[in-house]
């Protein structure tokens, strides 16, 4: 069977020997590269074993490391996250590739069943940013350490504060993807 290619680019970013044993978020990304795969088998006998067999993994990582990537949400390849704890990712959540999330991270609604954020790529969130609404953070962005943006965020452009405000945004912008 074909190894993951998603989850070959998050181990690239990873870039480390054995960082099974050195970096426990990589386990909450496997797990959730996992959930995404079983999701697309036939239906059928295995993918009901398989699938009664992820939910128990899924919720031990989310409560024994505080990262809750639900195989819900669409997580682009290349996925790095540092540290762990306190991150939470909404099941309708959409991030683009190779996007950083560190420890504190939340992109979520901001009200009860409102409408979540669509992350582009390469985007870099510091530790505690908080991301919510049908907001657009849009490719090569930065989010601030403790941010809470509640604004779309054009690309290339760094967002801080809460609210954020954009600190940075580069000359000719192209329109978000
Ligand atoms: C957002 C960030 C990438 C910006 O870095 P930068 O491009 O070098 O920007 P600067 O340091 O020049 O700051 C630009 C402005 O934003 C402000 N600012 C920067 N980061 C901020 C933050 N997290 N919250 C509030 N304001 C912030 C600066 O005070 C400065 O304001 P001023 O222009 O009014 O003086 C960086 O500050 C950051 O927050 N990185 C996250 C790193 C992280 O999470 N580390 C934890 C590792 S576990
Ligand atoms: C706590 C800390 O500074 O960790 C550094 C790590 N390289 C990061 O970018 O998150």
Redesign the pocket.
Known sequence: MAVDPHWLADLQRYAMRRPFLKEQSIWAVWVYRLGRRIDTYPEGRAKKILTALYWPLFRCIETVLGISLPKSALIGPGLRI??FGGIFIHPSAVIGANCTL??GVTIGNRHEDGPVPVIGSNV?F??YAQVLGGVRIGDHC??????VVLCDVPNGA?A??APARI??QPDNVAPSS
């Open positions: 540092w540290h560190r420890q870099e510091g530790a930065r989010i601030g350490a403790m941010s760094t801080v504060g600190v940075y």
